[in-house]
């Protein structure tokens, strides 16, 4: 399905549409509605569960979105956090360059200084998208961040954080006395960040305002131990950076332990990598054969990241792999920025009895992306048929509520939905149209089951309650059940995923 196609899908069942979409819409900007809003708070949930679960001493914190200039001077951001810009001298539009120059460097621009995307121009000779002319040339890196005047007369500066990271690193003195000064210690947030985009594009791909789900990890840089001989034999699929140098683009699926022992890379980093594949696939549904891991070279990751591997997903609506989170080994450069940015010492004694800054790993995930992909894998078209294949736990609406006519049933089926709403379950009512009709709403809504109430629900000249249909999505079979069964088949299924822990059962120190 294509991009198009697939937005007008999600827009006609209340998931997305453009922000001020009476005035024709705000670029980069979309709003959630009560479906997409209701499936966005689940993979939030679904993520926190799974990567707090890991440790005792990972925490999710709530941090301000307003940051103050000392701090992404102190980060870097003021000075590094650029994209590279692309400007048309005939009509004075600007692009981004990876959008310009995406067929002749399909992996993007990142790493390359103004002189080298100068110099793919001259030889690429690319056309302004918008007006078709080739006097294309490469201007001054553009700084992407969203500056507000602060305080009561605006004499003061302040930024809305262009990504959530850095509250993490702010929070780690205080979290260390929450965290009893103990290392491992892990920092996470999941909420807004904002990026003034040069050209935003791809709908939840390239936004303004966007929401990240972020673990800091912050360790002991002469150890992090972690539980590997239980991923050891887990293949993941990875493109190594000298892969890509070969020119190959398909990944090859590797043993954990042999992208640690032949790959080079720390056991820490690849359990968490598999951590993130398995969060993907197993939990969240997306086919393993469409995600990847893909490392950035030297010269193309972030100037502060000593490892970066992005994890992208093959999305036939944006015409192949589009990034929706990563594994960055960020050594000890946030603390030490804003230790100096500060005068505060973020150093920790260990027990060896030495004072170290702590390393950083961050394990990164794009909401908004992520969403897009469930929706891009997930939809299918069998026959007349649109299915959502949502796992039960994402599912907006678990189960759907049917009359089968509205006069005889409609108040038992009431009494079901109350039921169920009383025990936490998802439901929604519903008895507008044929029953064939309201399965095909559900079935694109993503709705894993559907109950219908029809004359064997009723116990004919009392209050007792009989049986009721219910139907599985993807398979469409259907069994009578009790309400006490149906309760409890529906229970099951409604579960947020959780792994096992990396320190369990951990002691105070």
């Known amino acids: 399905m294509k991009s198009d196609a697939l937005f007008a899908l999600l827009r006609r069942r209340g998931y ?17 509605g009560p479906l997409g809003a209701a499936l966005k708070r689940r993979i939030e949930e679904a993520w926190a569960a799974w990567f707090l679960g890991l440790s005792e001493d990972y925490y999710l914190i709530e941090p301000s979105e307003l940051l103050p200039e000392a701090v992404v001077r102190a980060s870097g951001h003021l000075e590094n956090f650029t994209d590279p810009e692309i400007l048309c001298g005939q009509c004075a539009s600007v692009f981004r360059a990876d959008t310009v ?75 260390c006395e929450v965290g009893r000064k103990a290392l491992p210690l892990g920092v996470a947030v999941i909420g807004r960040a904002f990026r003034n985009e040069i050209a935003p594009r791809q709908l ?39 892969r890509r140098s070969e020119g190959r683009s398909d990944p090859a699926r590797i043993t954990a332990g042999a992208l640690v022992g032949e790959g080079g890379l720390p056991e820490f980093f690849v359990f968490h990598l598999v951590q993130l594949y398995r969060f993907l696939t197993s939990e969240l549904g997306l086919p393993a054969a469409s995600v990847r891991f893909l490392e950035k070279s030297e010269k193309e990751r972030a100037f502060y990241n000593r490892l970066q ?136 809504a993503g709705t894993p089951f559907c109950v219908t109430v029809d004359g064997p629900s009723i116990v ?9 249909t219910l139907r599985e999505r993807d398979s469409m079979a259907q069994v009578r059940l009790a309400l006490a069964p149906l309760l409890e088949r529906l229970r099951a299924a409604d ?14 120190t």
């Not at 990890?217 to 972690?226: E, K, L, W, Y």
């Not at 004919?460 to 009721?468: A, D, K, L, R």
């Not at 579960?495 to 105070?508: D, E, G, I, K, S």
Request: aromatic residues 10%; negative net charge.
């Open 16 to 32: 997305l549409w453009p922000s001020a979409e009476i005035y024709g819409g705000a670029q980069g900007l979309y709003d959630y």
């Open 101 to 175: 120059l995406e067929k002749v460097r399909p992996d993007g621009v990142d790493g390359l200084s103004p002189a080298e995307i100068a110099g793919l121009l001259a030889e690429a000779h690319p056309k302004c998208p918008k007006c078709g002319s080739d006097r294309l040339s490469v201007p001054k890196p553009f700084n992407m961040m969203f500056g507000v005047a602060f305080g009561a007369q605006g004499g003061e500066r302040a930024y809305l954080r262009p990504e959530t990271a850095q509250s993490s690193y702010l929070a780690f003195d205080r979290m």
């Open 204 to 242: 939840l791909f390239r936004m303004r305002s966007f929401t990240q789900a972020e673990l800091q990890i912050f360790f002991d840089p002469a150890g992090f131990p972690v539980p590997f001989e239980t991923v050891r034999s887990v293949e993941i699929p990875v493109l190594r950076a000298d």
């Open 309 to 444: 591997f992005d994890v992208e997903v093959r999305l036939d609506s944006l015409g192949g792999y589009r990034e929706v989170g990563a594994v960055h080994y960020r050594g000890d450069y946030d603390l030490r920025r804003h230790a100096e940015g500060s005068g505060k010492d973020l150093s920790l004694a260990t027990e060896a009895g030495q004072r170290v800054v702590p390393h950083v790993l961050e394990v990164t995930l794009g909401i908004d992306r992520t969403l897009w992909a469930l929706a891009d894998c997930g939809l299918t078209v069998a026959g007349e048929r649109t299915i959502w294949k949502l796992p039960s736990f994402l599912a907006p609406v678990e189960v759907g509520i049917f009359p089968l006519r509205t006069k005889d049933h409609g108040p038992k089926a009431r009494e079901v939905y109350e039921a169920l709403r009383v025990e936490g379950i998802r439901a929604e009512y519903d008895s507008a149209g044929t029953i064939g009709k309201r399965y095909a709403r559900m079935d694109e």
């Open 460 to 468: 004919p000249g009392t209050s007792e309650t009989g049986t009721f």
């Open 495 to 508: 579960r947020l995923p959780r792994p096992p822990p990396v320190h369990p059962n951990r002691p105070a």
